[in-house]
T-cell receptor, first 111, second 116 residues
Framework: AQSVAQPEDQVNVAEGNPLTVKCTYS??????LFWYVQYPNRGLQFLLK??????LVKGSYGFEAEFNKSQTSFHLKKPSALVSDSALYFC?????????FGKGTRLHILP | ETGVTQSPTHLIKTRGQQVTLRCSSQ?????VSWYQQALGQGPQFIFQ???????GRGNFPPRFSGLQFPNYSSELNVNALELDDSALYLC???????????????FGPGTRLTVL
């Protein structure tokens, strides 16, 4: 069965510093991986996806993610954090017609 | 292009009651998926509808049922509500169900259901 794990419940980063939100995956076959963000009282917003090709995937709002097959990781990154990046981030994997989400990582960007 | 909308925004019910949640998919999308997001958890897949037919179901009991209409809007019905049904219910729309490619699912803002 496909699954993703987000080992950190919360990540704190100072504004302007680089940020990383970790995700590892377990899949059979080729992984289709995603990152979504959820702001308070809002639905999920799609950030980026990896299906095939370059291991560095660029997404919305300056975010990018690095696919690492040997480490089965798909970490979300941003070179310079903004206070407005504070939100709940979900790593996810596609399993046929559904998406399986991790538990989420709350990102706090400190001014 | 209109996004995914859901109604109502919030709902309070008592145990044993029935509830219907509604979703309008994004313009041009023919597939709707429903997810349950309990507090502090990631969303969990309930089921998906494609062209008015159920196209996959997660690990939810039969008292969770759904419909998709010819205009591709959808309803989620939950019978015999239990306290653990309290959650944010998210609807997502997408185009097609081609397993060999992937079209992103676009999520609505959700309906917050509280069961007392």
């Amino acid at each position: 069965a496909q699954s993703v794990a987000q080992p950190e419940d919360q990540v704190n980063v100072a504004e302007g510093n680089p940020l990383t939100v970790k995700c590892t995956y377990s899949v059979s076959g080729n992984p289709y991986l995603f990152w979504y963000v959820q702001y308070p009282n809002r639905g999920l917003q799609f950030l980026l996806k990896y299906i095939t090709g370059d291991n560095l995937v660029k997404g919305s709002y300056g975010f990018e993610a690095e696919f690492n097959k040997s480490q089965t990781s798909f970490h979300l990154k941003k070179p310079s954090a903004l206070v407005s990046d504070s939100a709940l981030y979900f790593c996810a994997v596609r399993d046929r017609n559904k998406i399986i989400f991790g538990k989420g990582t709350r990102l706090h960007i400190l001014p | 292009e209109t996004g995914v909308t859901q109604s109502p925004t919030h709902l309070i019910k008592t145990r044993g009651q029935q509830v219907t949640l509604r979703c309008s998919s994004q313009s041009g999308h023919n597939t709707v998926s429903w997810y349950q997001q309990a507090l502090g958890q990631g969303p969990q897949f309930i089921f998906q509808y494609y062209r008015e037919e159920e196209n996959g179901r997660g690990n939810f009991p039969p008292r969770f049922s759904g419909l998709q209409f010819p205009n591709y809007s959808s309803e989620l019905n939950v019978n015999a509500l239990e306290l653990d049904d309290s959650a944010l219910y998210l609807c997502a729309s997408s185009l097609g169900v081609d397993y060999f490619s992937y079209n992103e699912q676009f999520f609505g803002p959700g309906t917050r259901l509280t069961v007392l």
